[in-house]
């Protein structure tokens, strides 16, 4: 690990976590299997806030803006569907940029 985790996140059936540091990503896991199920590009220099959404599979995180770190953003990312056996999604996660 290049980074120290800065925020975290179960979602909330608890199947899947979701983590964050200054890599300009977002891990989301299996919590039972450990393994990975989609790595989110944030296009920024730092998630320092994330929330899943209390009944749907939705994430919203909140950033550092890349080139200005007065400014930040706030982001949205929904998985549409989630095979229950193996956890991969049915169809691909559709991110929405609420900037």
């Known amino acids: 690990m290049e980074w120290p985790v800065r925020a975290?996140?179960?979602?909330?059936?608890?199947q899947l976590l979701a983590s964050a540091s200054e890599?300009?990503?977002?891990?989301?896991?299996?919590?039972e299997t450990g393994e990975q199920v989609y790595r989110l590009g944030t296009q920024?220099?730092?998630?320092?806030?994330?929330?899943?959404?209390p009944k749907q599979l939705l994430l919203t995180y909140?950033?550092?803006?890349?080139?200005?770190?007065?400014?930040?953003?706030?982001?949205?990312?929904?998985?549409?569907?989630?095979?229950?056996d193996n956890r991969k999604t049915t169809n691909p996660p559709v991110?929405?940029?609420l900037s």
């Open 62 to 84: 909140s950033s550092e803006a890349k080139y200005d770190r007065d400014q930040g953003v706030i982001r949205m990312f929904g998985f549409p569907s989630i095979e229950s």
């Open 8 to 14: 975290m996140g179960f979602s909330y059936d608890n």
């Open 23 to 31: 890599d300009h990503f977002i891990d989301i896991g299996c919590v």
């Open 95 to 97: 991110p929405m940029d």
């Open 44 to 53: 920024a220099a730092a998630t320092f806030v994330l929330a899943w959404h």
